[in-house]
T-cell receptor, first 110, second 115 residues
Framework: QQQVKQSPQSLIVQKGGISIINCAYE??????FPWYQQFPGKGPALLIA???DVSEKKEGRFTISFNKSAKQFSLHIMDSQPGDSATYFC?????????WGAGTKLIIKP | DAGVIQSPRHEVTEMGQEVTLRCKPISGHNSLFWYRQTMMRGLELLIY????????DSGMPEDRFSAKMPNASFSTLKIQPSEPRDSAVYFCASSLGVFSSYEQYFGPGTRLTVT
């Protein structure tokens, strides 16, 4: 019930393409869903977040799509760039602690 | 602001030795988190403090691990004795609020290698 399942584990996308990472959860009490981005040798940093009262949130090339009935949410990166190569984590608010997905290593090929 | 500061950045030690990791959270943040990151287990929350008080330490692997937060600007994570399986990157993060819906700001991490 407390898990957040993230897929795929790794993803290779051509420059200019769309990168899509998916997450699924079980606990309907979760009320906040952030995505964190981590570059090698750095700590994760908040990229974008959504609450379940909206179905989509867009910030620049990054969009979260949220499907409350399916208990799924996804990160879309439009016009993917080599600088987007990083590990991406989805998470869900479990009251006072975040429940983290396993991470997706994204590689953008030039 | 300097962000979350962690020291040391790298630590190599022998099995059985005591290891102390240090963290200075962002000024004004009242929540502090210690995480461990490995390839096998991903990001694991070890312990969470709010207003310097440990709220949940259920993620601490065993009694060899202990954490303290003597004041709002300093926290330590101690491993005694250390074992090779403790090798990982340890992150400290801080946030403004008590709930995890507040953004967590991560430090650069301490890469621990136990030989």
């Amino acid at each position: 019930q407390q898990q957040v399942k993230q897929s795929p584990q790794s993803l290779i996308v051509q420059k200019g393409g769309i990168s899509i990472i998916n997450c699924a959860y079980e606990n309907t009490a979760f009320d906040y869903f952030p995505w964190y981005q981590q570059f090698p040798g750095k700590g994760p940093a908040l990229l974008i977040a959504i609450r379940p009262d909206v179905s989509e949130k867009k910030e620049g090339r990054f969009t979260i799509s949220f499907n409350k009935s399916a208990k799924q949410f996804s990160l879309h990166i439009m016009d993917s760039q080599p600088g987007d190569s990083a590990t991406y984590f989805c998470a869900a608010n479990g009251n006072y602690q975040l429940i983290w997905g396993a991470g997706t290593k994204l590689i953008i090929k030039p | 602001d300097a962000g979350v500061i962690q020291s040391p950045r790298h630590e190599v030690t022998e099995m059985g030795q005591e290891v102390t990791l240090r963290c200075k959270p962002i000024s004004g943040h009242n929540s502090l988190f210690w995480y461990r990151q490995t390839m096998m287990r991903g990001l694991e929350l070890l312990i969470y403090f709010n207003n310097n008080v440990p709220i949940d330490d259920s993620g601490m692997p065993e009694d060899r691990f202990s954490a303290k937060m003597p004041n709002a600007s300093f926290s330590t994570l101690k491993i005694q004795p250390s074992e090779p399986r403790d090798s990982a990157v340890y992150f400290c993060a801080s946030s403004l609020g008590v709930f995890s819906s507040y953004e967590q700001y991560f430090g650069p991490g301490t890469r621990l290698t136990v030989t």
